[in-house]
T-cell receptor, first 116, second 111 residues
Framework: NAGVMQNPRHLVRRRGQEARLRCSPM?????VYWYRQLPEEGLKFMVY????????ESGMPKERFSAEFPKEGPSILRIQQVVRGDSAAYFC??????????????FGPGTRLLVL | GESVGLHLPTLSVQEGDNSIINCAYS??????FIWYKQESGKGPQFIID?????DKRQGQRVTVLLNKTVKHLSLQIAATQPGDSAVYFC??????????FGKGTTLSVSS
């Protein structure tokens, strides 16, 4: 029973390049969340998606960042023209379809992005 | 801004002791709370959760207490083991979407 999968685990980019981070939710989960974690800090919400829909992107920077969760395939977090300040750990979480008022979010291992 | 925080950034205990990690939240409308454990280089791991209609919930070696009057959440770990060493985060869930995390408490267990 595979958990949330993320790849790559580590990603190095030079300033100005693009970073693509992938997330495959747990089997049966249709909700995906992306969070960013800076060193020595807690996780900060970025975006919440369901299949083919962005539900809440209130935590996403207005420029250079985008996310998608297509009908087929993993969710993608895309960062264009990366800057050093984008260096962080990016975590994906998934939850099952909402039945109860809240559903627990389960996290993947993260992608650690380093911008040189 | 953040509505969830932790009282102490670090906690050191001896193996076998009981550990208590505290968390204060500011939004009285929050109705779902989760404790996560994060080991170095890994993602947050679900430990236990509690809904606002409960005061206490027990798991295996862990207990979460919720005091809505003072907006306080705590995680108790019984018979702490070296494998419990990690950063512990409390998180609140508003409207069933984004989790809001505090900054974490680093638990160090010495044998």
């Amino acid at each position: 029973n595979a958990g949330v999968m993320q790849n790559p685990r580590h990603l190095v980019r030079r300033r100005g390049q693009e970073a693509r981070l992938r997330c495959s939710p747990m089997k049966g989960h249709s909700h995906v969340y992306w969070y960013r974690q800076l060193p020595e800090e807690g996780l900060k919400f970025m975006v919440y998606l369901q299949k083919e829909n962005i539900i809440d992107e209130s935590g996403m920077p207005k420029e250079r960042f985008s996310a998608e969760f297509p009908k087929e395939g993993p969710s993608i977090l895309r960062i264009q023209q990366v800057v050093r300040g984008d260096s962080a750990a990016y975590f994906c979480a998934s939850s099952p379809p909402h039945g109860a008022p809240q559903e627990t979010q389960y996290f993947g291992p993260g992608t650690r992005l380093l911008v040189l | 801004g953040e509505s969830v925080g932790l009282h102490l950034p670090t906690l050191s205990v001896q193996e076998g002791d009981n550990s208590i990690i505290n968390c204060a939240y500011s939004n009285s409308a929050s109705d779902y709370f989760i404790w996560y454990k994060q080991e170095s280089g890994k993602g947050p791991q679900f430990i236990i959760d509690i809904r606002s209609n409960m005061d206490k919930r027990q798991g295996q070696r862990v207990t979460v207490l919720l005091n809505k009057t003072v907006k306080h959440l705590s995680l108790q770990i019984a018979a702490t083991q070296p494998g419990d060493s990690a950063v512990y985060f409390c998180a609140e869930n508003q409207a069933g979407t984004a989790l809001i995390f505090g900054k974490g408490t680093t638990l160090s267990v010495s044998s």
